[in-house]
C-alpha cells in the first residue's frame, strides 16, 4: 500500500531521512500554508523565497522520480494547517502510513504528536540525521550538567 511523506520548508534536502524510507510507490506531500509562513514576522521577499526554494524541491523530486502532491498557498482546498492537510489528504488517498522527518521545532513537534493520536493509520517520526545528535542523546549528555 501506498505510504505518504511530508516534507517541510525547512528540510529541503535529498538527504532527508524520511526519504529514505520511501518505495517507489510512495508519495511526497508538500504544502504551503500561510500559518507557517506568518507565526513569525517575516519579511515578505523571504517567505516567497521559502515558497520558491519549496516549488523548486518538489521539481527536483519528480524529476528524479519521485510522486509529489505538491499544494500551493493559493489553492482553494488547502486549509492552511500543515496537520489539517495532512488528514485531509489522508481522507481522499487513504496511505497506509504517513512518514515525517521529526520537526526542529518544538511547536510544530507537539501539533505532529497530536496528530499521531487522531490519524487513522501510523505517523512514523524519523529521527532527523542532519544534525549532529538526536533529542535523546542530547538530553543524555545534559544528565548531571548544569
Request: charged share 25%.
Amino acid at each position: 500500500m501506498t505510504r505518504c511523506c511530508l516534507v517541510l520548508g525547512d528540510q529541503l534536502s535529498d538527504r532527508l531521512s524520511s526519504l529514505n524510507y520511501l518505495e517507489p510507490e510512495d508519495v511526497v506531500l508538500m504544502v504551503e500554508v500561510w500559518s507557517e509562513a506568518s507565526y513569525v514576522k517575516h519579511h515578505k521577499q523571504k517567505i516567497a523565497l521559502v515558497f520558491s526554494a519549496m516549488r523548486h524541491f518538489a521539481d527536483e523530486l519528480r524529476a528524479n522520480g519521485r510522486s509529489v502532491i505538491y499544494v500551493p498557498l493559493t489553492d482553494p482546498e488547502n486549509t492552511q494547517s500543515l496537520t489539517s492537510e495532512v488528514e485531509r489528504h489522508q481522507r481522499s488517498h487513504h496511505f497506509s502510513e504517513w512518514l515525517l522527518t521529526e520537526p526542529g521545532e518544538w511547536r510544530l513537534k507537539a501539533a505532529f504528536d497530536e496528530l499521531k493520536a487522531t490519524l487513522p493509520v501510523p505517523l512514523q517520526v524519523v529521527h532527523d540525521d542532519r544534525f549532529i545528535c538526536s533529542h535523546d542523546d542530547f538530553q543524555a549528555f545534559l544528565k548531571g550538567r548544569k
